[in-house]
């Protein structure tokens, strides 16, 4: 087998999409899934997020925890590029997040509670 083959095989045992494994080589090697830097998010006069630092490397696990109304999902849209950002910087595979979301580099699945 070829190593691309493997890669598509070795992804589809561990559950992995074979389309992500496939893809793989648009993530900046060694460098961070998502970065976060200096994020602000306002609605009119209300703060929601201010001054979000944040690293999540490849293959990182990451849960997002807090009170109702901390502005969880609403970091989790501005990663997605679902909400514009007030000021600061997504980058998402190493592009803007907007990029990587027009170039499918990664899926979203809503929860209903």
Do not use: W
Not at 62 to 69: C, K, L, N, P, T
Not at 83 to 95: A, F, H, R
């Amino acid at each position: 087998m070829m190593s691309y083959e493997l890669e598509l095989e070795s992804a589809a045992l561990s559950g992995i999409s074979p389309y992500v494994a496939a893809h793989s080589e648009r993530r900046p090697a060694g460098g961070a899934a998502i970065t976060i830097e200096g994020l602000n998010k306002s609605y009119g006069e209300r703060a929601v997020l201010r001054d979000v630092n944040v690293r999540i490397a490849p293959g990182e696990f990451v849960a997002i925890v807090g009170r109702s109304g901390c502005g969880k999902s609403t970091l989790l849209r501005l990663i997605a590029d679902l909400l514009p950002v007030t000021s600061g910087t997504v980058i998402v595979n190493g592009k803007p997040a907007r990029q990587a979301r027009l170039d499918h580099d990664y899926g979203m699945a809503f929860q209903q509670a």
